[in-house]
């Protein structure tokens, strides 16, 4: 069995559209086998975007495959990094030839036809499952990340597969269904399919993350931005090896679903019998989508079979349980399907029982094996920081292209398993109570002898390729003394040297990232603000998202109710002890209210956004009355906070 070709398109023409990507990945192959040896972990499958064989391709890697290990950031003085012929970007090159075969992430969308009338789009890491239905109409799974994704994967569908109107539209988790609208582009689907949880978790949803804590939302945001690389140049060393796609708080075209699938329930969906599983893999309403019999194979669509996994995301966002991703993969395995179809996590199809069940099989395990092992240490009363350096992945779990780093690292996972659990202590006495970060780099420093000692020893660490030590050495330079241009220099160079030995995408964007804001070339933050819709479209939550804004300094003796009128809605909040309660219903609060302001939508989200002051924002008011500039006064105004200031306030 084999991956078809799409209708009407020759072999030439889908050399001549391979994604630059591709050709870039190939290069980078060649660079990097004639620069050292083959490496065991070749994959010869036949797993490809637009059937090109992978199957000659022998990796070979510019460093070890699992830095599971302090050592090899520390005492790894051969490792060479690859240069990327795409856009000149450095770094380590091993987990991305390894991925190439069973991804299809590419620069250009383009169609994959899967089986006579299957296909899916490749290119866009989580571009739509279309199928064919038995009333003559398409069913999409998946709509993208944003309205823009949607009209392109519209555009596509019509020129490559069909005119054909969508007669359904399945979601299969709450990150990628915010092209619907632009995708149907008036097409009437029967259903809208999701989650029973779906449409809550996409509406309370911020940019990417779906937070606990609602008011962390566009912290979460700004991390996200980090991660995905939004800020990186495009071109030169700190370019990203792999250009990402995602674009945090696009423009959505979602629609709410309007039909709910229960934990096993089987549907017709035009026409075609599916059945739904519930799961549980980065978000809480991922579906697994089960056709049992379409033409005569057993497909699973699914957002479990990661050709990159990503365990603990450092961008934050709710736990993912490897106990409950375990369970999503041992349905998929039990169903024996013939083909796997990765819509959301980038993956090519996976096509014959046998490797359905490898690719499974080596998922559950690696999960299974961070997971059991990081509950092992924990018990025997090992730190959450210290579990990975302790652990190193199987070379026997290795061998399948399927347990990677490209996207998630695995020595970033341990940490998060015991956490979840007891919180942030680790049990050990001295972890109770610590210096401020600069007070201690201020003692380590006067016991070295100096800045001038420790700067020298820095440089001896960094010759030497001690890059762990290094860093904690610059780190203290820079907290102790935050505006000099010579310690920030020196703690951007081994970030930088730290993130081009990564494997990771994401830890390699992190700590690439840090870098340029530490040379201030680009204005990384861990602050971010809701946008202007979202402010002016929830008014009475953006006024109880201050209360986190009352700076206690401020606030200290200041008390009164304080109303808000804006567009008509009313909500106030009681301001007393350094706190603020907020009030929904003014007029059955218990305090009568000391001041109050009215005022247009878009004058409060200027104000709340932090692009005007308190003094602006009650001038462009409708009315005011009592102390409302004393009481607005106690609360921060916005504003961005680089990641690596230059002054020690934080």
């Not at 202007?532 to 401020?554: F, G, K, M, Q, S």
């Not at 104000?607 to 008011?621: K, P, Q, T, W």
């Not at 409708?622 to 961005?640: I, K, N, R, W, Y």
Request: with cysteine; glycine share 6%.
């Amino acid at each position: 069995m084999t991956l078809n070709q799409s209708s009407g398109t020759s072999g030439s023409r889908i050399f001549s559209k391979l994604s630059r990507f591709m050709v870039a990945i190939l290069i980078l192959t060649l660079i990097m086998v004639s620069n050292s040896p083959p490496r065991a972990y070749a994959y010869t499958g036949d797993f490809s975007p637009k059937n090109f064989d992978f199957s000659s391709l022998e990796l070979s890697e510019s460093g070890p495959i699992v830095p599971t290990s302090w050592q090899y950031y520390n005492n790894n003085p051969d490792f060479e990094p690859t240069t990327s012929p795409l856009n000149e970007a450095v770094g380590n090159a091993t987990s991305i030839l390894r991925a190439a075969p069973i991804s299809r992430i590419g620069s250009e969308v383009d169609v994959i036809e899967v089986v006579d009338g299957v296909w899916i789009l490749s290119g866009k890491p989580y571009g739509s499952v279309v199928i064919k239905s038995d009333n003559n109409t398409l069913i999409a799974v998946s709509t993208g990340e944003s309205a823009e994704d949607g009209q392109l994967f519209r555009e596509v569908i019509r020129q490559e597969i069909s005119d054909l109107p969508i007669g359904a539209v399945i979601y299969d988790h709450a990150h990628y269904p915010k092209g619907t609208e632009t995708l149907l582009d008036g097409d009437v689907p029967t259903m809208i399919i999701a989650h029973p949880d779906s449409n809550e978790i996409v509406k309370n949803s911020t940019g990417f993350a779906n937070p606990n804590i609602s008011e962390l939302g566009p912290y979460l945001d700004a991390r996200a931005k980090i991660q995905f690389g939004a800020n990186l140049p495009e071109i030169g060393r700190d370019a990203m090896l792999v250009p990402q796609t995602f674009v945090v708080g696009a423009e959505s075209a979602w629609i709410p679903a309007d039909t709910e699938v229960a934990d096993g329930e089987t549907l017709t969906v035009e026409g075609i019998e599916m059945q739904f599983f519930h799961a549980i893999t980065d978000t809480e309403d991922t579906l697994t989508i089960w056709l049992p019999n379409y033409n005569g194979y057993g497909i699973v669509i699914d957002n479990v079979v990661w050709p990159q996994n990503n365990l603990y995301t450092l961008r934050g966002d709710r736990h993912r349980p490897p106990q409950d991703w375990i369970a999503a993969l041992k349905t998929i395995r039990d169903l024996q399907p013939d083909i796997i179809l990765p819509v959301s996590s980038g993956g090519n199809p996976i096509i014959s029982k046998e490797k359905c069940f490898d690719a499974v099989t080596s998922l559950m395990d690696m999960m299974r094996f961070i997971n059991d092992q990081s509950l092992r240490l924990t018990a025997q009363g090992v730190r959450p920081d210290e579990l990975t350096h302790h652990m190193s992945m199987p070379d026997s779990l290795l061998q399948s292209p399927f347990v990677n780093e490209f996207y998630g690292q695995f020595d970033t996972y341990p940490a998060a398993q015991p956490t979840f659990n007891h919180g942030w202590f680790s049990g050990y006495a001295e972890d109770i109570h610590s210096l401020p970060r600069a007070v201690y780099a201020d003692y380590l420093i006067q016991l070295s002898g100096g800045e001038e000692n420790v700067m020298a020893a820095y440089t001896a660490a960094m010759d030497q390729s001690e890059y762990l030590w290094a860093k904690e050495l610059a780190v203290n330079l820079y907290y102790a003394v935050p505006n000099n241009d010579t310690y920030r220099q020196a703690l951007a160079d081994v970030f930088r040297q730290l993130g081009q030995m990564s494997p990771g995408a994401i830890v390699r964007n992190f700590y690439i990232g840090a870098a340029l804001n530490l040379e201030r070339k680009i204005a990384i933050s861990l602050t971010d603000i809701e946008p202007t819709e979202w402010v002016t479209e929830n008014p009475a939550e953006a006024v109880d998202r201050l209360r986190i804004r009352i700076a206690p300094e401020l606030a200290t003796g200041v008390a009164g109710v304080l109303e808000f009128n804006i567009d008509g809605n009313r909500s106030a909040l009681h301001i007393r002890n350094s706190i603020a309660e907020f009030i929904p219903k003014p007029d059955e609060y218990y305090q009568a209210i000391d001041a109050s302001v009215e005022t247009l939508g878009d004058n409060f989200a200027a104000y709340y956004r932090g692009e005007i002051g308190v003094d602006e924002f009650l001038a462009n008011s409708s009315s005011t009355t009592g102390p409302a500039q004393e009481l607005l006064s106690v609360f921060d105004e916005f504003a961005v906070i680089p990641m690596y200031p230059d002054n020690r306030d934080l």
